[in-house]
């Protein structure tokens, strides 16, 4: 029985790496795509039967390119390549706020379009795992699109799901909280945010990037066969939290 693939976009570190880790500790071969060619390179040579490719995803071509070259669909998608740019709504450029949308909305749909189809011409299952945030669930000062694009790419899971449903692929979101890594990684290098930050959380700690990983495997596992549509908040219950932030009297 050949090897199931799993293709990680934004893998080549942060939570796309331990994405990435997980994944071949599943048993799956892996594809991963960046537009950083020397962090994939290591990040892929580090790791069993992976094949590393530079590619944009906002780029339809470059998406068709590296399926063709794979020979074979992916049974696993995770869409998890992304960017963030802190500016308030009244300083982001145009041309910025445009740049987050097409690479943390557009491109998740771009590859998603470019996989499913291939699983349909192939009659195979399949599952989708989009990585969100709770920041497209309630924003914070200075997300800008990122939390347009976020919000978008929940609402566009659960679309995914109801049109691929018939088709087998299951199609769902992992939200990340306060994550100790990735994008993140110079946030909490400041030793007082990541007090505030970590003291803000129920679980009284920071999200790891595996904390990401294991939900996402989980949601390609067999153990989640009848989920999709879903957006699976990873956040230690801090988006629960905001009536115990404000006192009472
Ligand atoms: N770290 C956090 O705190 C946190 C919290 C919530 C959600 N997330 C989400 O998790 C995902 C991974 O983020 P991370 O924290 O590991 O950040 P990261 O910056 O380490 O990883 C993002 C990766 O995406 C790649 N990328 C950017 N544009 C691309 C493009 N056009 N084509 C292909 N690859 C591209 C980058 O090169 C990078 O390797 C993102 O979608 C992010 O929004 C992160």
């Not at 530079?54 to 590296?66: E, G, N, P, R, S």
């Not at 990122?146 to 992992?174: D, F, Q, S």
């Not at 294991?214 to 949601?219: E, G, N, P, Q, S």
């Amino acid at each position: 029985m050949p090897k199931k693939l799993a293709l990680i976009t934004g893998s080549s570190g942060g939570i796309g790496a331990a994405i990435a880790a997980a994944a071949s500790r599943d048993g799956y071969r892996l594809a991963l795509l960046d537009v950083n060619a020397a962090a994939l390179q290591a990040t892929s040579a580090s790791l069993p039967d992976a094949t590393a490719f530079t590619c944009d995803i906002t780029d339809a071509a470059q998406v068709a390119q590296v399926l063709q070259t794979l020979g074979q669909v992916p049974e696993l998608l995770v869409n998890n390549a992304g960017i963030v740019k802190f500016a308030p709504l009244l300083d982001i450029t145009v041309q910025d706020f445009r740049r987050i949308l097409d690479i943390d909305l557009t491109g998740a749909f771009v590859v998603s379009q470019q996989v499913a189809s291939g699983l349909r011409d192939a009659g195979k299952p399949g599952s989708i795992v989009n990585i969100a945030s709770i920041g497209g669930i309630t924003p914070s000062f200075g997300t800008n699109a990122y939390a347009a694009a976020k919000a978008g790419l929940i609402k566009l899971t659960e679309l995914m799901a109801l049109e691929w449903g018939a088709l087998g692929i299951r199609v769902n979101t992992v939200s990340p909280g306060f994550i100790d890594g990735g994008m993140s990684a110079a946030v909490y290098a400041n030793a007082s945010t990541r007090a505030v930050r970590t003291a803000a959380v129920p679980l009284k700690r920071l999200g790891l990037e595996q904390d990401i990983a294991d939900a996402v495997l989980f949601l390609a596992s067999e153990k989640a066969n009848y989920i999709s549509g879903h957006n699976l908040v990873v956040d230690g219950a801090l988006t629960h939290s905001l009536l115990n932030q404000i006192p009472r009297e």
